[in-house]
């Protein structure tokens, strides 16, 4: 699972804008934020970059 869809909701950041910054089509994008399927590391560490975060701000924990 990701929060893709939540640090885009918290910078007031559009799929369509991570798809074309990414380099992907808006389908694939929408599958990462909802969780649809998940993105490879490569793509997750851009993701990252792109919005400016520490790429452990786009998953959830699988620890409690």
């Keep these: 699972m990701n929060r893709i ?3 885009l909701k918290d ?3 559009k ?3 991570l798809a074309e910054n990414l ?3 808006y389908n694939v994008v929408n ?3 909802q969780n ?3 993105p490879r590391l490569e793509t997750l560490n851009e993701i990252a970059n792109i919005l ?3 790429v452990r701000e786009l998953i959830i924990s699988n620890k409690k």
């Design 23 to 25: 380099g992907k089509s």
């Design 31 to 33: 599958g990462y934020v």
């Design 15 to 17: 799929q369509t804008w």
């Design 36 to 38: 649809r399927k998940q």
């Design 5 to 7: 869809k939540t640090v």
């Design 11 to 13: 910078k007031g950041i």
């Design 52 to 54: 400016n975060v520490d």
